[in-house]
């Protein structure tokens, strides 16, 4: 069975840092492109990065360039998503989902709140 | 980058109506679509894919049709369950973005 587990979310201060992960098991990892898609409370679905087989592919929401990293590591079936200088509008539950093109599997979430 | 514009925002229906909801991509993307439905407090689930192909396990009443910049999905006759917010989501190129989402209600 495909799970996904994220975990590493929380209450964070504007401008602060964080870092989020994801447990990935019951499909060969490596195989996989990555993603993370956030969903702010009571909105709609937003794409923010994936990543490719080897992590030498990885491409970004506008509005987190420069700001979040994503980053896997397939020994460890594991992907990653480093937020820094994070702002209110951050604030949203973290999915991680498994594909190139459509999403198949997600995870419940992890959830992010920045505030002061 | 491409905008993804989905109508209605939101509808109400009838158990056994058909019910259409409307995808505009602000350029062609080709076949590059996806559906999404999600329930309340639930992740989302996809339906269709390459804006026409049936998600293994979702039901028949579910289709999908378009290319290029217009697309629609169509619940053939509405049953309680499938109230929920649909999604639409392109993939031809980065970033992958959703429509704003189109919830349906009886």
């Known amino acids: 069975e495909v799970q996904l587990v994220e975990s590493g979310g929380g209450l964070v201060q504007p401008g602060g840092s964080l870092r989020l992960s994801c447990a990935a098991s019951g499909f060969t990892f490596s195989n996989f492109w990555m993603t993370w898609v956030r969903q702010a409370p009571g909105e709609g679905l937003e794409w923010v990065a994936n990543?490719?087989?080897?992590?030498?592919?990885?491409s970004y929401l506008d509005s987190v360039k420069g700001r979040f990293t994503i980053s896997r590591d397939n020994a460890k079936n594991s992907l990653y998503l480093h937020m820094s200088s994070l702002r209110a509008v951050d604030s949203a539950v973290y999915h991680c989902?498994?594909?190139?093109?459509?999403?198949?599997?997600w995870g419940q979430g992890t959830r992010v709140t920045v505030s002061s | 980058d491409i905008q993804m514009t989905q109508s209605p925002s939101s509808l109400s229906a009838s158990v056994g109506d058909r019910v259409t909801i409307t995808c505009r991509a602000s350029q062609d993307i080709s076949n590059f679509l996806a559906w999404y439905q999600q329930k309340p407090g639930k992740v989302p689930k996809v339906l269709i894919y390459?804006?026409?192909t049936l998600q293994s396990g979702v039901p028949s009443r579910f289709s999908g049709s378009g290319s290029g910049t217009d697309f629609s999905l169509t619940i053939s006759s509405l049953q309680p369950e499938d109230v929920a917010t649909y999604y639409c989501q392109k993939y031809n190129s980065d970033p992958r973005t959703f429509g704003q989402g189109t919830k349906v209600e009886i």
């Open positions: 989902a498994i594909g190139w093109g459509w999403y198949e599997h």
């Open positions: 390459t804006a026409s």
């Open positions: 990543i490719n087989l080897d992590g030498s592919e990885r």
